[in-house]
Nanobody, 121 residues
Framework: QVQLVESGGGLVQAGGSLRLSCAAS????????MGWYRQAPGNQRELVAL???????NYADSVKGRFSISRDNAKNTVYLQMNSLKPEDTAVYYC???????????????WGQGTQVTVSS
């Protein structure tokens, strides 16, 4: 019913930039918060950045001042601009969205398939 498709990951040198995109499609009635999480090998999945339907944002302390989250509600798409990347940013990045479909009366969590970001030193 709902798909989240991510793009934009890859290999970059420390200090470089990447922009991740995540587009939601399907029988979408409404999207509440959208966000990006990441998981490095041996670590738990952690929140990187979150943006509400009203545009309020929240960031992990480790990325404040370097990453910026934004969304295009007309395109059901969320972006993550990552600048000044560090080797410790290396992880699989997952898109998340709280979506209500035309067949539901509440919002549920949906996840993308993940995109690898590798930062070399």
């Amino acid at each position: 019913q709902v798909q989240l498709v991510e793009s934009g990951g890859g290999l970059v040198q420390a200090g470089g930039s990447l922009r991740l995109s995540c587009a939601a499609s399907g029988s979408i009635f409404s999207i509440n918060a959208m966000g990006w999480y990441r998981q490095a090998p041996g670590n738990q999945r952690e929140l990187v950045a979150l943006i509400t339907s009203g545009g309020s944002t929240n960031y992990a302390d480790s990325v404040k001042g370097r990453f910026s989250i934004s969304r295009d509600n007309a395109k059901n798409t969320v972006y993550l601009q990552m600048n000044s990347l560090k080797p410790e940013d290396t992880a699989v990045y997952y898109c998340n969205a709280k979506i209500r479909t035309h067949y539901q009366i509440s919002w549920y969590d949906y996840w993308g398939q993940g995109t690898q970001v590798t930062v070399s030193s």
